[in-house]
Structures are given as structure tokens and as C-alpha cells.
T-cell receptor, first 112, second 115 residues
Framework: QKEVEQDPGPLSVPEGAIVSLNCTYSNSAFQYFMWYRQYSRKGPELLMYTYSSGNKEDGRFTAQVDKSSKYISLFIRDSQPSDSATYLC????????????FGKGTRLSVIA | GAVVSQHPSWVICKSGTSVKIECRSLDFQATTMFWYRQFPKQSLMLMATSNEGSKATYEQGVEKDKFLINHASLTLSTLTVTSAHPEDSSFYICSISGRASYEQYFGPGTRLTVT
């Protein structure tokens, strides 16, 4: 079993839809959870990070972490064509200079 | 967040030659930088952790003599792919840990094609 599982999609939604992206993980030691957005042929861009369980909201984006289920989610409200990208979840065990463990990424297309 | 640049952004080389990729932190002194590799439609796979002033730490399965890493200063790390082969063709991305150390900021990536 991989440490982090993420459905690669592709996921196609109409403009204005609510998008739900998810990852599951197996290592209970993960404490920091991140979501990155990656446009084609570009480096990943940090969208949101969360420590431990809970919710965090930033504009149209909401990140949720459920450590008991080892499940994290990213919700995008009022999705826009500019949101079309690959979304990668990432996690780490501690707050030091620790490399991240990434999911495979979910490719999202928002159709105008 | 921190700004990270990579050079070159795209390179084509012949099999057997070596290629050097630079990763620069433009506004933050990074004691640690990470090098990842990403194949098409795959996730980022960590290759090595680069520490300023010391030897890099390589992940299992990554040949340290093939992928030479030099972290010469707090703002520059280089990855040299030696004797490149077509199977080394990939997207190479570096990252640094930001001020909040669990945040990582990525460079724009370097696309390497070995013919």
C-alpha cells in the first residue's frame, strides 16, 4: 500500500460547480497536510496547509483533515476555468526540514 | 512565500553527456533544498535532500554518482545528471523549506529530454 493515495482523475466539472478532491494515507505519523496546485509544465504552487485535524478556509478553498480516518479533502467552491490544473496532496511527519510525501495528483478540468 | 528559480527551464541533450540544473532561492536563505523528479502523469518523487555545506542525502534507488548534488551556498543548489540516458528524461523540480518550515516552495521545474 502506498503511503498516500489519490485518485488521478481526470475530473471534469462545469464552471461554478463545487469540486471535492481527496487523499487517503496510511502513516498515522503525518501531522502536516498540504495541497498544491500544478499547472502543466510548471512547479507546484502551495495552496493551503493544515496542521493535524480540522478545517481551514481561504477564499473559495477549504481544506479538511480527518486524522482518525486518515483522510484529507480540498473543496473548491464556484470553480473557474482558471482552476483547471493538477492538484497534489502532500504530507509530512514533522515541521523540520522534512521532505514531503505526495499523492499522485488529480487532474481537474473546469469547463466554461 | 519564498521565490525559487531554476535554470534552464528546458534542455535537450545527447545520450552520454552531462547536464547541470541550477536551483536558486531568490529571497530566502535555505539551509535545505530538495530535488524531486516527476515523470508524465506521475507524482513528485523525492530524489535527494541537499544540505548547505555537506553531502546530500539520497533516497533509496537514486544513484548518487549519477545525480551529483552540490549545495554551495544558502541560495544555490545544483543537480548534475551525468552520462544522461533517455530514461533520465523527466521533469526535475527543486524546493526549499520556507519560514514556516513545513511549507515548501517549488521552483518552476526543468524539463530534460535525452535523445
Amino acid at each position: 500500500q502506498k503511503e498516500v493515495e489519490q485518485d488521478p482523475g481526470p475530473l471534469s466539472v462545469p464552471e461554478g460547480a463545487i469540486v471535492s478532491l481527496n487523499c487517503t494515507y496510511s502513516n498515522s505519523a503525518f501531522q502536516y497536510f498540504m495541497w498544491y496546485r500544478q499547472y502543466s509544465r510548471k512547479g507546484p504552487e502551495l495552496l493551503m496547509y493544515t496542521y493535524s485535524s480540522g478545517n481551514k478556509e481561504d477564499g473559495r478553498f477549504t481544506a479538511q483533515v480527518d486524522k482518525s480516518s486518515k483522510y484529507i479533502s480540498l473543496f473548491i467552491r464556484d470553480s473557474q476555468p482558471s482552476d483547471s490544473a493538477t492538484y497534489l496532496c502532500a504530507m509530512s511527519r514533522n515541521s523540520g526540514n522534512t521532505p514531503l510525501v505526495f499523492g499522485k495528483g488529480t487532474r481537474l478540468s473546469v469547463i466554461a | 512565500g519564498a521565490v525559487v528559480s531554476q535554470h534552464p527551464s528546458w534542455v535537450i541533450c545527447k545520450s552520454g553527456t552531462s547536464v547541470k540544473i541550477e536551483c536558486r532561492s531568490l529571497d530566502f536563505q535555505a539551509t535545505t533544498m530538495f530535488w524531486y523528479r516527476q515523470f508524465p502523469k506521475q507524482s513528485l518523487m523525492l530524489m535527494a535532500t541537499s544540505n548547505e555545506g555537506s553531502k546530500a542525502t539520497y533516497e533509496q534507488g537514486v544513484e548518487k554518482d549519477k545525480f551529483l548534488i552540490n549545495h554551495a551556498s544558502l541560495t544555490l543548489s545544483t543537480l548534475t545528471v551525468t552520462s544522461a540516458h533517455p530514461e533520465d528524461s523527466s521533469f526535475y523540480i527543486c524546493s526549499i523549506s520556507g519560514r514556516a518550515s513545513y511549507e515548501q516552495y517549488f521552483g518552476p521545474g526543468t524539463r530534460l529530454t535525452v535523445t
